[in-house]
């Protein structure tokens, strides 16, 4: 009962190219088809200091489905400015997305993926359960961690570094009763002596 | 055909209100409301569409004392659909207004619509007071919350000082770059509150910087690519009309010999009636422009994002082609299509750049021969037997031999959106006005009514569907009261036909919530609302009854009974390959 039949050679009768294409719409050799594997991209990102940015931003992210691993916003020296530090783990064209979307938000003033080796510091509190407040106190010195509070009970230690540096603080302190633990995300700057404003970082291209 | 039952002559003999003429030239600002309005007035703002409501009567009552014409509308998504078609027409930002709460969400469709679709837009939405935000207030939503994902950018104006501002830079940001819809929230304490800052002419933000001409390294190498080309084929979208590059794409198709091809946003960007067009790509594109997509070897794409009704499968989308891709928006570079030469800027001024860098035109006698043939052996037919149900593609062509060369097409969306861009021959920009990037039914009968007031001296015909005319119906009413000239072409096909080509394609004909026969008597609903109403039911009718309906000097519906059965081809399965569709369901089944 379905009309609509229209004439012309049918589709295996009809010129066909032989290349093709990847997911991400880059052509490829059909006999070594590239993929590309997720990698850690840090973001640093000068943004307005304005209401609902934040929302904008991690907004954008979660529905244009980049993995956050963390993101930290704060104040600059400029009043009107806050910067804001996204780590994202994407394919290769994922994070150039990321860093265009991100780019494209109005509020947004500049965005620089930062070398590896740049500054990477993040912050955790470890609430640990002390029957051997002294144990917990010299596993903390291996890790630069500093006891912040001390109750009958508990300890807790403040540890500052990379994240692998937290990551192997908080397995340390395994071996006593770890009750609670808190992580910000991570703060990351550039090393040298360029720093970023409008146009991004001096250096950068 | 018949016009039926209780029609009268509605005739209005009423001259139309013309906003009262006391005003003066530079008014000054007393109110927030006040320098929201100004604001618009210095952004040339003539026209506005909305619906009252408590948070936004104070800015509703500062446009008592406007020139800006407004026009109320029966649903807020009226208004929306209606400002956005305004702007498309126009070229200028359509403004929509609506109060808190349900108006805003009612906005909501419309705002999507013009973010998918990069209409220029601006809306302006009351808010509850700013002491009552967050407390669940009456007729409270997050509406800078809702729209934040769907707007180029939206603002939150509470400080009556500053509003102003807000308004003008709303507006600048709807118009510069890529368009789109903005948002200004505007709480109802700051409205009212007195202010005498004078807002100022709109300008986008600091951080705001599209590019305008593309790198000339590139520049270089993609002219060397496009020259050296055996089988050249342009895409021309959306933004060749948005960036209002026609011409220069006219000119350089021409000069250089180069097939194109359109997006359904691009219609009407290069004139179908041109030898080298080859007509519109995709899900329901021509066989010529789908197989040249496919086989080309430089593909220039300009002002287009790459949608997935556009390329299909991505991994057989243009396998073979060097991809230049002209945009102005860098994070469309790479989205969906990697482009070897991404050329960042202004269509028109990066067609100018390519032009001055090209020195010879591709050798390409032989591919144009090819894609020629392809015109000749994919042409969009269709039967029309005597003794059958009429047939929708007539009725679409009838429609645009009579029409004038540069009428405005409006559509709603589903198969008969599909005819409108099959069987129309598009030549001019700014005359397709459809729910591209969104598919929004109920987009047609209030998109008439912004295109016909944003192009007066035009002519606007709609071809909806009956289940889209359902949607947004109400807006008839509008059209009547404006005394627009407006013909409305219901493709009536008693179903929500779309769906129900999927069920039998790909459902086994299992034919869920996809019929209606339970649908009104359009010519008679017409008539009702005052509007002029016909029914079509034979061949042999379609050109009277298109004639009378024209001739009709105010809104006329069309109720055509068409074909239940009749389906669109070609068409590539969602995610197919382009040069692999089908011209009927058989072929369907072997995809
Ligand atoms: C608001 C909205 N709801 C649902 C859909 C899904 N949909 C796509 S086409 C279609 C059928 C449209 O019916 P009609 O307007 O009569 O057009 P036809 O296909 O029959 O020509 C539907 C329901 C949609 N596109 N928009
Ligand atoms: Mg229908």
Redesign the pocket.
Same mark, same amino acid.
């Given at each position: 009962m379905s009309s609509g039949e229209l004439p012309g050679p049918a589709p295996e009768e009809r010129m066909r190219p032989e290349g093709r294409r990847n997911e991400q719409g880059i052509r490829i050799d059909p006999e070594a088809e590239a993929t590309h594997q997720p990698r850690y991209a840090v973001l640093s990102a000068l943004v307005k200091h304005e209401p609902g940015v934040l929302a904008e931003v991690s907004g954008l992210f979660s529905r244009r489905q980049f993995n956050i691993e963390s993101l930290t916003v704060g104040p600059t020296t400029d009043d009107g400015v806050a910067r804001m530090t996204i780590v994202i783990e994407e394919p290769e064209p994922g994070v150039e997305q990321a860093k265009k979307q991100l780019r494209k938000l109005i509020p947004t003033i500049a965005v620089e993926e930062l070398q590896p080796e740049a500054m990477r510091r993040e912050l955790a509190l470890v609430k640990v359960r002390a029957e051997k407040p002294d144990d917990v106190q010299s596993v903390a010195e291996m890790y630069n961690g500093q006891a912040v509070d001390a109750s009958p009970n508990a300890v807790t230690v403040e540890i500052t570094g990379s994240k692998q540096k937290i990551d192997a603080a908080i397995e340390a302190f395994e071996q006593f009763d770890v009750e609670e633990v808190v992580r910000t995300g991570a703060a990351a700057l550039e090393r040298g002596a360029e720093t970023m404003d409008a146009n991004g970082y001096a250096s950068g291209e | 055909m018949s016009e039926r039952a209780f029609h009268q002559d509605p005739e209005p003999d009423s001259p139309g209100d013309e906003a009262d003429d006391g005003s003066d030239d530079a008014r000054e600002v007393t109110t927030g409301a006040e320098a929201a309005i100004i604001a618009l007035e210095e952004a040339g703002v003539d026209m506005a569409f909305g619906v009252q409501g408590g948070a936004i009567m104070p800015v509703y009552d500062a446009l008592y004392d406007s020139d800006i014409e407004h026009i109320t509308m029966a649903h807020e998504q009226g208004a929306a659909h209606a400002a956005d078609a305004y702007g498309i027409v126009s070229g200028d930002p359509g403004v929509a207004m609506a109060t808190s709460g349900p108006g805003a969400t009612n906005l909501v469709t419309g705002i999507a619509d013009a973010s998918m679709d990069s209409d220029p837009m601006i809306a302006l939405t009351g808010q509850v007071a700013t002491d009552f935000v967050g407390n669940d207030a009456f007729q409270e939503v997050d509406t800078v919350g809702i729209t934040q994902p769907i707007t180029k950018q939206n603002y939150f104006a509470g400080d009556p000082d500053t509003l102003g501002e807000d308004v003008s830079e709303a507006f600048a940001l709807a118009d510069a770059g890529r368009q789109g819809p903005t948002l200004v929230d505007l709480p109802k304490d700051a409205s009212k509150a007195e202010t005498d800052v004078q807002p100022v002419s709109p300008e986008t933000p600091d951080t705001y910087h599209p590019p305008e001409t593309a790198d000339e390294a590139v520049i270089e190498a993609a002219a060397e690519a496009l020259e050296e080309a055996d089988r050249p084929a342009i895409l021309s979208g959306g933004g060749v009309i948005k960036g209002e590059a026609h011409d220069e794409l006219r000119a350089f198709a021409r000069e250089y010999e180069i097939p194109v091809i359109t997006t359904m946003p691009g219609l009407g960007g290069f004139p179908e009636t041109d030898d080298l067009s080859l007509g519109m790509a995709g899900m329901h594109g021509t066989g010529a422009a789908n197989l040249a997509i496919t086989n080309c070897d430089v593909l220039l794409g300009i002002g287009t994002r790459f949608d997935d009704r556009l390329t299909g499968g991505v991994d057989s989308f243009a396998p073979d082609a060097d991809v230049i891709h002209v945009e102005i928006d860098p994070a469309e570079i790479n989205k969906n299509i990697y482009a070897d030469y991404p050329l960042l800027g202004d269509a028109e001024r990066v067609l100018e750049q390519l032009d001055d860098e090209l020195t010879e035109a591709p050798d390409a006698d032989e591919w144009r021969a090819q894609c020629q043939t392809w015109t000749e052996e994919y042409p969009l037919d269709y039967e029309t037997p005597e003794d059958e149900p009429l047939k929708p593609q007539y009725v679409v062509e009838r429609f645009a031999e009579h029409a004038d060369d540069d009428a405005i097409v409006t559509t /709603?969306? %589903? !198969?008969? !959106?599909m005819w409108a861009c099959q069987f129309w021959t598009y030549t001019e920009p700014r005359t397709w006005v459809s729910s591209n990037g969104l /598919?929004? *039914? %109920?987009y047609g009968v209030p998109s008439a009514i912004g295109a016909k007031l944003g192009a007066p001296d035009r002519e606007v015909v709609t071809f $909806? %569907? $009956? %289940?889209?005319?359902l *949607?947004t119906m109400q807006e008839l009413s509008v059209a009547v009261r404006e005394d627009l000239d407006i013909t409305y072409v219901i493709?009536n096909?008693e179903?929500?036909?779309?769906?129900r080509q999927w069920q039998d394609g790909f459902y086994e004909g299992r034919r869920m919530a996809s019929e209606y026969p339970w649908i009104p008597e359009f010519d008679l609903l017409a008539e009702s609302f005052g509007a002029r109403g016909f029914r079509l039911e034979e061949h042999d009718e379609v050109d009277d009854v298109i004639k009378k309906a024209r001739e009709y000097d105010g809104p006329a519906v069309i109720d055509a009974i068409i074909d239940p059965g009749e389906n669109v081809y070609p068409m590539v399965p969602s995610g197919g390959d382009n040069g692999q569709f089908a011209l009927n369901e058989q072929q369907l089944d072997t995809l």
């Open positions: - | /709603g969306v %589903g !198969q008969h !959106q /598919g929004t *039914m %109920g $909806d %569907g $009956d %289940g889209s005319f *949607m493709l096909n179903a929500i036909g779309m769906v």
